[in-house]
């Protein structure tokens, strides 16, 4: 029987679907070279929210925390996930800066990227896939899994044979909100099967509990690879577990390269910084749990989890019902956008505004006008002409790429502006990714290494 290979998501996906992407690098660093050697595919370790959340959480420089697990695991590839034009958030960069963010990911130890974008719009993966691929790293190109009439198996075909024609690696499979059924999983591995040659990559998580499911019919209609997470990160808003189906795939005869003692070594370690954050109230043993809302309303459990705090903040929860049904109306207004960041919130802010303000579109947010304009790419289906009309007037929707009416010399103006706080390339890429953040980073490390210079001269005098 074939060969399943596994991508371990503690350090990325399951750290930062669980606890926020709150573990600093010296809290993981004494198991990482016993990872080195569990067989897995690839570590998924990188980008994601890990970037954003050293900077501003863990006072760390992600391009060192990069640098420092590729130095205890020579011989894993490490993995980032890149949300394409967009970079590690939700504002479109300049093809150079774009260029560059994926040339120092690289440099720094990165092997595969697996690029995405939330509106499945090519466009917005064409540069960071080219340039992985010149950079001589693996580029996974990804499909962002969503449901609606106009999400077919026929368009899901069309993106993977782009991507296959931009010369990615592999096709990845990723669905955010743990909503892919295994029928629905079963049927688009076989079409993707059908009409590329390239191994093909699952992503889900276990938060309507479908994950498990899903993942055997994937293999089962030819599936490569799937990201799972050490048991003790596992389920609820996390992946399925690795050594869970280490166990049941082997047993159904699949080919499994991990090494057993390893895992459980790796899961051993991790257990004690799971119940610390348990014990801190980081870790909140509700996202655990199976939270089943999502199959019955078509919206992702934390998109509904968002619409409950936004009602509550304005005393309106009597109108939850109203607001659930308005959601899908709204999706639909907009050409069917896949529920995820940043669209679920945009849609599901316009769905509490057309509830509460009694007429629809009365009130439109900044990023709806933006998305209607087409900054973030082509909608998938047609957003409707009345509201198109109502919100644009007679300002013309962008036509080609928004990247290309970007500021090409955005690199060189930031590097001016930083002076010597920056001392590398990489620095002014933090910057460009989040300048609030990564200029007060910057600034502190400058002053602490003074300090420190200080320090080491005066006992001289
Ligand atoms: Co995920």
Redesign the pocket.
Known sequence: MSQVQFTE?VLR?AN??LIATRMEYTEFEAILETMNKAGYYSVECWG?ATFDSALRFLSEDPWERLRNIKAKMPDTKLQM?LRGQNLLGYKHYSDDVVKRFVQKSVANGIDIIRIFDALNDVRNLKTSIEETKKCGAMASGTISYTTSPVHTLEKFVTLVKEMEKMGVDTICI???AGIMSPQECYSLVSAIKDAVDLPIVL???MTTGLGFMTYLKGIEAGADVI?TATSCFSGGTS?PSTETLAFALRQLGYEVNLDDLILKEVNDFFKPIRDKYIANGVLDPLVLSTDSDALNYQIPGGMISNLISQLKMQNAMDRFSEVLTETPKVRADLGYPPLVTPMSQMVGVQATNNVLSGERYKTVGREVRSYLRGEYGAAPGKVDRKILQMVLGDEKPIKGRYALTLNPEEFDKAKEFLGDLAKSDEDVLSYIAFPQIAESFLAERKIKEEHTVRYTIEPIE
Do not use: R
Request: no cysteine.
């Open positions: 998501t996906d930062q679907s994601g996930l990723k669905d955010m992503h889900t998580h990201d992946q």
